[in-house]
């Protein structure tokens, strides 16, 4: 391992960033995960809606500290199959400190009162406000308390991913303060992420193996073709589906949207 660097205060995040990119060029994810919980402790928690990445990231983080912070967002509408995903995880993983985090309970019965129960077929404004509800909201929550979130992003999901860095300076959106964001299987292949759970008996959603490469909420999310782009499968109605004050990368995990 090279040297760690210092950490210098929230202030200079996008240089903390760059600097702790430098220094973990090459790390394996194991290393990169040990070095932000040496870094960071208790302030940095892994962001998981259980796609492949994540279940990879929560098998390596509970060989590392079986106490490390995981959240996830429950927005209602997920399906049976990502229920049972969680059950699996809080019983495989018994010391793992997941909170599930929900979505304001009056926001969302005025919602369904005012629009009905899927509002998000009839306009792209309306999905976006029940993205903002149901996630957005309960995100800027989870990070409340944190100086840096774990993503299961890699640099081959997507074509903007090519500048993506380990470790990223973000802000939250609620606060305006700095937040890290680390990416530890940016280098990883879809290959090695699947090797990881094979070799390692790790569960996984079972609706990766009906055609699901990307699993988000059940009304948003159909199966695509082998051929098809894994993304083609959110928001399949709309033309342009990749903004809600989130990004949902390719196996559906969330990623707030920049600006
Ligand atoms: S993915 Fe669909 S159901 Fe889930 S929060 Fe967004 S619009 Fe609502």
Redesign the pocket.
């Known amino acids: 391992m090279t040297e760690k660097p210092a950490l210098r205060g929230i202030e200079n995040a996008t240089e903390q960033a760059a600097a702790w990119s430098a220094a973990w060029q090459g790390w394996t994810p194991q290393d990169i995960l040990a070095q932000g919980l040496a870094d960071l402790g208790e302030r940095v928690a892994l962001a998981s809606s259980f796609g492949a990445e994540d279940m990879v990231l929560i098998d390596m983080l509970y060989r590392l500290q079986p106490t490390a912070r995981v959240f996830t967002l429950d ?1 209602g ?1 997920l399906p049976y199959e990502t229920y049972d995903l969680l059950a699996t995880v809080q019983k495989r993983y018994p010391e793992l400190r997941l909170r599930v985090m929900y979505p304001d309970t009056a926001a969302v019965e005025e919602m369904v009162q005012t629009q009905g129960i899927n509002l ?1 077929y009839e306009s792209v404004e309306n ?1 976006k406000r ?2 903002y509800v ?2 957005v909201e309960p995100l800027g929550r989870a990070l409340a308390d944190l100086d840096g979130w774990i993503t299961g992003l890699r640099r081959d999901q997507t074509a903007n991913r090519g500048t993506m860095a380990v470790v990223e300076a973000d802000t939250d959106k609620q606060s305006q303060r700095p937040i890290f964001k680390f990416n530890p299987l940016l280098e990883w292949t879809w290959e090695q992420v699947w090797d990881y759970l094979k070799t390692h008996g790790v569960p996984y959603n079972a609706l990766h193996d009906r055609g699901y490469p990307s699993i ?2 059940a ?2 999310t159909r199966a695509v073709a082998p051929d098809e782009d894994p993304r083609a499968g959110r928001w399949w109605w709309e033309q342009d589906n990749q903004e ?1 004050g989130l990004h949902v990368t390719a196996d559906g995990r969330l990623v707030r949207a920049k600006g």
């Open positions: 927005t509408r998000f999905r029940c993205c149901r996630k988000g909420c009304p948003c809600c």
